[in-house]
């Protein structure tokens, strides 16, 4: 294995492909043992919601997913790293993040995705606004205390 | 210095973003946001609460006690929603 494996990261406003993300971090190789992905999606519990609308920072969204990035690769063996991470308009049902993390072992690949997932909702520069359907003019989702609990967890005592 | 704004913060100040010229007093992110907060009333009701306002340097993540001399572009912006 190289030791500056490098992560793939892009910011991108179309759709991905899940499985063909996987397939290019296992492909050809013998030596991965787990795959752990985790999709975020639109998701609207009532019924109210016509878009999310995903404003972020051209430049520092992929620099700061790239620190995010090499801090998972300090912490856990991996053997492959993804992170896409989409903008504009993302309808309920449709993809917003798709994290990959493939290592020998199950246990890196679970807690480096859960580490890059944790730390992307609180460090990468994203926010959504809302737009639902009865009126033209939405409103910012508003950050939870709860998510910058979850990054804490991970940091070193 | 160039500065630019995201989400709610640039939609209450009414502007992606600027360049300005800051008195000399200004040194720190803190300093920075009291006097855009003498700006006007869209910059002021962006800036009502300053301590929540999330602040990059050159397009990493800083504090408000961060000085800010020699930066090129800062970054004000409600706390991230992406994920």
């Known amino acids: 294995?190289?030791?500056?494996?490098?992560?793939?990261?892009?910011?991108?406003?179309?759709?991905f492909d899940l499985a063909g993300e996987v397939a290019w971090l296992t492909g050809g190789r013998t030596d991965v043992g787990a795959v752990v992905t985790f999709s975020g999606l639109?998701?609207?519990?009532?019924?109210?919601?016509?878009?999310?609308?995903?404003?972020?920072?051209?430049?520092?969204?992929?620099?700061?997913?790239?620190?995010i990035a090499e801090d998972a690769l300090d912490r856990w063996p991996l053997t492959g790293m993804t992170v896409?991470?989409?903008?504009g308009r993302i309808r309920p049902g449709e993809n917003?993040?798709?994290?990959?993390?493939?290592?020998?072992?199950?246990?890196?690949?679970?807690?480096?995705?859960?580490?890059?997932?944790?730390?992307?909702?609180?460090?990468?520069?994203?926010?959504?606004?809302?737009?639902?359907q009865d009126r033209a003019e939405g409103g910012w989702v508003e950050a939870k205390e709860a998510d910058d609990e979850a990054t804490a967890r991970w940091r070193k005592g | 210095m160039k500065l630019v704004y995201f989400a709610w913060v640039r939609e209450r100040i009414g502007r992606a973003e600027e360049e300005i010229d800051l008195p000399a007093q200004v040194q720190t992110v803190s300093d920075l946001?009291?006097?855009l907060?003498?700006?006007?009333?869209?910059y002021a009701s962006a800036l009502v609460r300053p301590e929540v306002i999330r602040v990059a340097i050159d397009r990493e993540?800083?504090?408000?006690?961060?000085?800010?001399?020699?930066?090129?572009?800062?970054?004000?912006?409600?706390?991230?929603?992406?994920?």
């Open chain 1, 1 to 15: 294995m190289p030791s500056s494996l490098a992560p793939t990261i892009r910011v991108q406003r179309e759709d």
């Open chain 1, 42 to 67: 639109c998701r609207d519990e009532e019924g109210t919601l016509a878009a999310l609308e995903l404003e972020h920072y051209p430049g520092m969204a992929e620099g700061e997913i790239e620190r």
């Open chain 1, 84 to 87: 896409i991470h989409r903008f």
């Open chain 1, 96 to 132: 917003i993040v798709l994290v990959v993390a493939a290592s020998h072992h199950r246990h890196a690949a679970f807690e480096a995705a859960s580490f890059l997932m944790d730390y992307l909702k609180t460090r990468a520069p994203f926010w959504k606004k809302e737009h639902p």
């Open chain 2, 33 to 35: 946001l009291s006097y």
């Open chain 2, 37 to 42: 907060q003498s700006r006007g009333e869209g």
């Open chain 2, 61 to 83: 993540h800083a504090r408000h006690e961060a000085r800010i001399s020699g930066a090129s572009e800062i970054a004000l912006f409600p706390p991230m929603t992406g994920g």
